[in-house]
């Protein structure tokens, strides 16, 4: 019984911990951005500001659309909180690592990903057309990439469940196999691929031929669209936990004390802080890539994670 | 058994003799299917649950000594419970199906030939004597041509047909072939003393092996054997071409199984390898080609060749785990395969039940002429998505749960082989990767063009949902999509009461998890992985909850047309299913070698065009590359033979004497 209110408990805090940090996280490489290009940039709690005035703004849909169209930002929103509860964040442990691993963590966000794309194509507009068609397909080309490298940060552990592998990587101590680094590299442009940033994407931009995730969801007002922008804050600052936890898992509280939650947190922040800044370096110093570029992109990545694999197994 | 082929062959009468009245004949061929399927049914189940093989006898000629069995074993009895799983959904659907679908001259034709069919695929299932099983795949052959060509007027359906029996033919040749070689080895008809896999040794193995997987590859229409499929599935009405590509490819991978895996011996690191490399080929050549068709039904028969695929990745990963004498691994991958056959059967079922519907309402199989039906036609829609999402490998669907064992049986595989043998098995899961988010960005199109926005056809907007008696049975089977998803450790645990039956395998004595978790243990590593979908509902269902009260001003939206910049929004303005998978068709040219034709017909001015036609294909490589110089070759071949047949007597008695001095030498010769 205490087992599941301590799982329960925790994955309570955990969800809401990071609901509650991922739009911080979009404003801060928002206005890092800005201070690269001598800009002011907007104030840390602008993406607060914006979620709370989506959320109270009235909803328009279209009136082509069936319930498809209201159900996708939902499972979105749904299946990104979900997969956070299989992500170790401060605590060595994952909430809910009892119910799956890494195949189930890039399933349900890929759930999501099919909820809203299916959902793009119901209001007939040819941009939720273009927009689902881009994102499955950029999904598609990043999967295989995306799972290699985590086979080889899971092989190397030994474990396929975060908490595990967590746990595991923090017995062993730092390993600084050149093959983690390889297969640091490879997840870091997944990471990139997968938030929609520039050079694959640019969250900036409306401009019709050259939007990804932003035409996808084009047709979303008030409500509905604040469920996107907040689920897809999450994804990112998920991916860049699951980049921490595989490559960087030192600091994490194996304890339960005051003391080590707060190390923890701090060190969460730092390493994260760290990704963000240089997801900021890639998206200013990059100019985006045209579609048809980011194939090979993606197939360095494939090649990175691969090399990883063979330099550390063979 | 025994009364399930009474059963059946009663069912098959009655048809026939019913022929001139169709409503009574198509009762009775379906009534009489379903009480067949169910009794066949009780008797698989029965086997899974007791572990024990339940033997009998078909046929005995007293005078000859010639006995005929049949052998339920548990791995037959797991093909069967899948064919009875879909066979009893796809005879009820029949039922309103036909009325509309089968003109009524052609009824008995087709009730008769479906019961002829479901029949001869059980028998092919249960047979234990060489002679009947061979009989039994013919059978099988022979009337799926006949439902095959059931529109017979239809040039493409007699083609389908066509192409259809030769393929098959030449892997039924192949298989007479193998069997015969293993049967003069041993001098036996019985499967139990054919496949123990002491019959043949050395170079003969392989050989054999290669005869064996051409005839049974054939079947499970795995690249590149698969030219028929993609014909042949979408010619036949609906509700059959639900059962041919869920059931009866899997007559082709119960061969795979039975022999090539498991009855030649020991298999070879090289014949798992083989399986490996063909079932990815198939797994990613298969999604990619099912991604471009705007045919709904070829769409379906595509993806077809791609869920083969992943069986025979997860059934070659065994052969590999076998041939290293890995037998707990080899327990796992043969399961995962197996486990993808039963989810593999129900989700395609599903699909194909869900296009027949929406082909007879729409009057059109292709998805550019329908969208906006999931207002017309709710529950199909429903249906279809269902089935869809779990196609696509997504968690809490059936889907998923057999991906993630194959998933595991590849990295498990990683972890306990040694030398460079090992690689193929991460490259193997990133391309089963690959395929899973290509089959998802593949049925998001396949969903979204035809079922949502606004009609693209007048046919589409005068659509009307589907009788009750074609929804209850895709109900069925969406549920038993969601059921199996919820709890694949219920699944699991049967399946390791299958492979406990089969030569090598070590399933765990002690699966920990219940029914509703998976667990994979390898060598040395205690928790690899385990998955409990049931426990990913909770906090699904949480953060729904909290999306619907985060978004409550959101339940009173206001209603406003769709933003077409500036423009009318009408069906030409929506995007199509070509558009939808051009990025990807750019990306993989190098596969699909587009073509694309454009024309501009102008009457004053180039830049005023009165009309544009634009035509793109894709080459279909494997027939231009590989079966037209074949089929060439045979053509000249057979002309080159004409000289032989001259038409004159004497040249024929000639022939008849050398033959006779020929068969006279060789006999003289061997004494």
């Known amino acids: ?314 | 058994m025994n009364i399930a082929l009474v059963v059946r062959l009663v069912t098959i009468l009655a048809a026939a003799a019913t022929a001139r009245r169709a409503t009574t004949c198509r009762w009775a061929a379906l009534g009489g299917s379903m009480f067949a399927s169910a009794v066949t049914l009780t008797v698989a189940v029965q086997v899974i649950a007791s572990g024990h093989a339940i033997d009998g006898v078909l046929l005995r000629h007293a005078a000859s000594g010639i006995v005929l069995g049949y052998s339920v074993t548990p791995l037959s009895a797991w093909f069967l419970m899948v064919l009875e799983l879909i066979a009893i959904p796809v005879a009820f659907y029949s039922t309103g199906y036909f009325a509309h679908a089968v003109s009524a001259s052609r009824t008995a034709v087709v009730g008769t030939a479906l019961n002829v069919l479901l029949g001869a695929l059980e028998i092919v299932f249960a047979a234990d004597a060489l002679i009947v099983f061979l009989f039994a795949w013919e059978l099988m052959t022979l009337s799926t041509a006949v439902l095959v060509a059931t529109d017979h007027q239809e040039r493409a359906s007699r083609r389908a047909a066509y192409l259809y029996l030769v393929m098959s033919h030449v892997g039924t040749g192949c298989l007479v072939a193998g069997f015969l070689i293993l049967s003069a080895a041993t001098g036996s008809q019985s499967f139990a003393i054919l496949l123990s896999g002491h019959a043949v040794s050395g170079p003969a193995r392989h050989a054999l092996f290669a005869l064996f997987f051409l005839g049974f590859g054939v079947k499970a229409g795995v690249i590149p054997l698969h030219v028929w499929l993609p014909e042949a599935h979408p010619a036949a009405p609906s509700s059959i071409s639900a059962l041919m590509s869920a059931v009866l490819v899997t007559a082709g991978i119960y061969g795979l199984v039975r022999v090539c895996a498991f009855g030649l011996g020991v298999p070879d690191v090289r014949w798992g390898l083989t399986f490996m490399f063909v079932g990815t080929v198939s797994a990613i050549l298969g999604v990619l080609y099912a991604l471009t068709q705007i045919d709904i039904k070829r769409l379906l028969a595509y993806s077809t060749i791609e869920n083969v695929g992943i069986i025979m990745l997860g059934l070659g990963a065994g052969m590999v785990a076998l041939a290293h004498g890995q037998g707990a691994l080899a327990a796992m991958a043969v399961a995962a395969s197996l486990m993808h056959v039963l989810n593999h059967a129900v989700f395609k079922g599903l699909l194909f039940l869900g296009a027949g519907g929406v082909v007879m309402a729409t009057g059109t199989r292709q998805i550019e002429q329908m969208g906006g039906l999931l207002r017309l036609m709710p529950w199909t829609g429903l249906c279809f998505l269902a089935g869809a999402m779990a196609i696509s490998g997504l968690p809490l669907l059936n889907g998923f749960a057999s991906e993630w064992v194959t998933f595991q049986a590849l990295l498990l595989g990683f972890a306990s082989t040694r030398g460079l043998v090992r690689l193929v098995f991460p490259l193997g899961g990133a391309m089963l990767a690959l395929t899973t988010a290509l089959a998802a960005a593949c049925f998001v199109r396949a969903f979204g063009i035809s079922f949502l926005a606004l009609p693209r056809s007048p046919e589409a907007a005068g659509a009307r949902e589907s009788h009750a008696a074609m929804l209850g049975p895709q109900a069925a089977l969406a549920a038993l999509c969601v059921v199996l998803g919820l709890f694949p450790g219920a699944v699991l645990r049967t399946l390791w009461d299958v492979t406990k039956s089969l030569p090598g395998l070590q399933p765990p004595v002690e699966p920990s998890w219940g029914a509703m978790g998976m667990a994979a243990r390898g060598s040395g590593m205690d928790a690899f992985d385990h998955v409990v979908p049931v426990f990913m509902a909770v906090p699904m269902l949480g953060g729904l909850a909290l999306a619907v009260w985060a978004a409550q001003r959101a339940t009173a939206a206001r209603r406003a047309p769709t933003w077409a910049c500036g423009g009318e929004l009408t069906a030409r303005t929506e995007y199509t299913a070509t558009a939808f998978s051009k990025p990807l068709m750019l990306i993989f040219r190098g596969v699909y070698r587009p073509t694309r034709n454009v024309e501009t017909l102008a009457d004053v001015s180039p830049y005023f065009p009165q009309e544009v036609r634009f035509r793109s294909q894709i080459e279909p490589t494997f027939e231009r590359y590989i079966y037209r110089p074949l089929g060439r070759g045979v053509l000249r071949a057979a002309d080159g033979m004409k000289v032989l047949q001259a038409g004159s007597l004497h040249a024929y008695l000639s022939y008849v004497l050398i033959v006779g001095v020929l068969i006279l030498i060789w006999l003289g010769g061997g004494m």
């Open chain 1, 1 to 314: 019984m205490t087992d599941v209110v301590w799982t329960a408990g925790l994955t309570i805090l955990q969800t809401v911990g990071l609901l509650a940090v991922a739009p911080l996280l979009k404003t801060v490489i928002k206005k890092m951005k800005a201070r690269l290009q001598n800009r002011q940039g907007p104030p840390f709690l602008q993406g607060y500001s914006d979620l709370t005035k989506l959320l109270r703004k009235e909803s328009v849909r279209s009136e082509t659309a069936s319930w498809v169209y209201v159900a996708g930002p939902r499972v979105y929103f749904a299946a990104a909180i979900a997969a956070t509860t299989l992500v170790p964040v401060l605590i060595a442990a994952a909430p809910l690592e009892a119910a799956g691993g890494i195949l189930l963590l890039v399933g349900t966000l890929a759930l999501g990903r099919f909820a809203l794309a299916t959902a793009a194509l119901d209001t007939g507009s040819p941009f939720g057309g273009m927009g689902a068609s881009r994102d499955m397909t950029i999904a598609a080309l990043a999967e295989p990439a995306l799972m290699l490298g985590l086979f080889t940060s899971a092989l190397a552990a030994g474990s396929m469940n975060l908490g595990v592998l967590v746990r595991g990587l923090l017995q062993q101590g730092p390993s600084l196999h050149p093959s983690d680094f390889l297969a640091l590299a490879g997840l870091f442009v997944i990471l990139i691929a997968e938030t929609g940033r520039i050079p694959v994407d640019n969250p900036a931009t409306h401009l019709e031929l050259t939007m990804i995730h932003e035409a996808m969801v084009l047709e979303y007002a008030g409500p509905d669209l604040a469920l996107v922008e907040w689920a897809s804050a999450l994804k990112e600052l998920l991916y860049m936990t699951l980049l921490v936890d595989l490559f960087l898992p030192a600091g994490m509280a194996t304890h339960v004390t005051a003391g080590a939650i707060v190390v923890a947190a701090l060190a969460w922040a730092g390493k994260v802080l760290l990704l963000a800044v240089a997801v900021t370096v890639a998206e200013s110093t990059n100019a985006k890539l045209r579609l048809f570029r980011v194939p090979e992109l993606v197939s360095i990545s494939l090649g990175l994670a691969f090399l990883a694999l063979a330099i550390r197994f063979l």
